[in-house]
């Protein structure tokens, strides 16, 4: 059985989803077949990135470990690390849909947002 906080992180990454293809929605049935999991992808990583903001802002951007009895110290966290990760795979993936040829209404929508 999913949480509550699951269900509100589904719940956002559709709204995501959903406002992702609402831009790119006269690119054609052909393409947005093809486009669909880009679309996805972005909208999960959106609110993966907004997650990993909230944990960064709450713990901060390092922590400490312990390797045996005399190694221990302080290094990046997992949570910096995860969000450096997912933020080049986010603007990438924007930027591939981003470059699709669509209406210039579309690319001024896409400029907006």
């Given at each position: ?13 559709k ?35 907004d ?34 990760a ?12 981003d470059s ?14």
């Amino acid at each position: 059985m999913e949480s509550k906080k699951e269900l509100a992180i589904e719940v956002r990454i559709k709204k995501e989803y959903n406002k992702l293809k609402r831009l790119y929605k006269n690119i054609g049935k052909e393409k947005m077949s093809l486009v669909d999991g880009l679309i996805q992808n972005a909208a999960f990583m959106k609110i993966t990135l907004d997650e990993l903001q909230i944990e960064i802002n709450e713990n901060g951007v390092t922590e400490e470990y312990v390797h045996g009895k005399n190694q221990n110290g302080v290094k990046q966290s997992s949570a910096i690390q995860a969000y450096n990760a997912t933020i080049k795979n986010y603007t990438a993936t924007i930027k591939q849909l981003d470059s699709l040829p669509c209406s210039q209404g579309d690319k001024d929508d896409l400029n907006d947002f």
